[in-house]
């Protein structure tokens, strides 16, 4: 359990600075090309995005989920994967290919069939590393992925910047994900040192699709319903209005991502070593828990409180309509990691069939609130995607609790504290400064007085979370 403890914190360590480097990477550039191309480019891209990640999740199948929590995988699972990947991402390039020009019909924008022509080739990429990527995490190997892709998201952005700087609209964003995907996928395969030496085999691949399957299913639910939005926006209103509405959701869940990336990729290779220890497992699972949230809470609320300067001042005039969604959105992505947690415990309590039935259920429950919100408006949206968050968290921790002895009522009331002085504290750093029309000092002083509010709370009523950041970090 030492050592299991001691990969967890190394792993947890150099997970969080890949995250949180890369994605304070991608957030800069994001907002420099956001300046340079304007909305319209982002929008085009969010148009396509859907039919990439749909792919994307028919070419990992939940094969890497299903390798990381078989205790006694072998090389023949490896390479069953490793094959099936290439040969999925093929079918899904053949497919996104031919289907480009009814695609670029469906939103009326022709320019579309060669951008997702060339964007697919990131899907092909990706095959040829993802069991690479499934090795290095098993191993709880962070280490050399942060400096993988800390490496790749430099690279990638020069590149975009670049073509940004010399007028290629659209396809500086296209550059920047071929880029990233090219780089990354050449270093993993070369520093990983795996080379698939089995063929494929049809008992490895009924094994692992067994379980991987009603993950393939709920994923592919997930992922559609994520993506639905842009789909939706994109056919009804302008290239540039949803440009602004992906702008602001990019925006407002990278934080809820970025930690998400990080638990996920930590926690469920450890919660899968001690599956069947209950009492452990409950432990680690509310301390991460309690972790998530002491720390997501105050991030997306300080989003949500400065969002209307922080546009302006980063983005311009041309962006302006973006700063009220991302306020709308960043309360419902505060609860993202939480909704993570709470499904990692079904998947590493091999409880793949009661997690389809949750998607399936809440995105029945989603459906409805598009029906409601659609006609009203993008505003109206971002409202339902809020509603929906909150609905989902009681769903999510309610059959969670049935896989241990954390009940709905004791998750809720060990996150919910966190919740409230979150929500008063920002509302209070908000108020007190909204009366000042310098967005500079609105932005810095409102962050200072909340943060520094803030703080004071984790010390009085957090002291043990508290204690442990400090023994973890900083030692």
């Not at 007190?432 to 200072?448: A, M, P, R």
Request: proline share 2%.
């Amino acid at each position: 359990m030492t050592d299991l403890k001691s990969k967890a914190k190394n792993g947890l360590k150099w997970s969080a600075i890949e995250r949180i480097a890369t994605q304070f990477i991608q957030l800069v550039v994001m907002l420099l090309l956001g300046r340079i191309l304007g909305p319209e480019s982002f929008g085009l891209i969010g148009m396509l995005s859907i039919f990439i990640a749909i792919s994307q999740t028919f070419v990992d199948s939940g094969f890497g989920n299903a390798l990381i929590r078989k205790i006694d995988r072998n090389e023949v699972d490896y390479s069953t994967t490793f094959y099936f990947s290439i040969a999925v991402s093929l079918v899904c390039y053949i497919a996104l290919y031919l289907s480009a020009p009814y695609i670029a019909d469906f939103y009326g924008q022709q320019e579309l069939i060669q951008i997702l022509r060339v964007l697919s080739l990131t899907i092909i990429i990706n095959s040829v590393s993802i069991v690479h990527r499934t090795r290095f995490t098993i191993d709880m190997n962070f280490k050399l992925q942060a400096k993988i892709s800390l490496l790749s998201v430099l690279f990638s952005s020069i590149v975009a910047l670049l073509l940004g700087y010399f007028n290629y609209s659209v396809w500086a964003l296209v550059g920047q994900s071929l880029t990233f995907s090219l780089l990354s996928t050449i270093l993993i395969y070369y520093f990983s040192g795996w080379r698939p030496k089995e063929k494929f085999c049809k008992h490895s691949f009924y094994e692992l699709f067994n379980f991987g399957s009603k993950l393939l299913v709920s994923s592919l639910i997930d992922t559609i319903y994520n993506n639905l939005y842009q789909i939706i926006i994109g056919k009804l209103f302008s290239p540039a209005q949803l440009g602004i509405f992906s702008q602001a959701k990019n925006l407002s869940n990278m934080p809820a991502m970025t930690l998400t990336s990080i638990i996920q990729r930590v926690t469920y290779p450890m919660l899968s070593q001690i599956q069947d220890d209950t009492k452990k497992l409950d432990d680690v699972y509310l301390l991460t828990l309690r972790l998530s949230a002491l720390v997501i809470f105050p991030i997306m609320v300080g989003i949500a409180i400065v969002a209307k300067p922080l546009v302006q001042l980063s983005l311009g005039d041309n962006w302006a309509d973006s700063a009220y969604l991302m306020s709308i959105l960043c309360f419902g992505y505060m609860l993202y990691p939480i909704h993570a947690i709470n499904l990692n415990l079904l998947k590493v309590k091999g409880r793949s069939d009661l997690f389809l039935k949750i998607e399936i259920f809440k995105k029945i429950m989603i459906t409805l609130i598009l029906f409601i919100t659609v006609p009203l408006g993008i505003k109206a949206i971002c409202i339902g995607m809020l509603i929906q968050s909150y609905i989902g968290l009681v769903i999510n921790t309610y059959y969670s609790g049935k896989m241990s002895k954390l009940n709905i009522v004791y998750q809720l009331k060990a996150i919910f504290p966190i919740w409230v002085s979150c929500i008063f504290i920002g509302s209070s750093g908000y108020y007190i400064f909204s009366y000042i029309n310098n967005d500079v000092i609105k932005l810095i002083g409102t962050l200072l007085f909340s943060m520094s509010l803030y703080f004071l709370y984790v010390f009085k009523y957090e002291k043990d979370l508290f204690g442990y950041i400090k023994e973890t970090i900083i030692k």
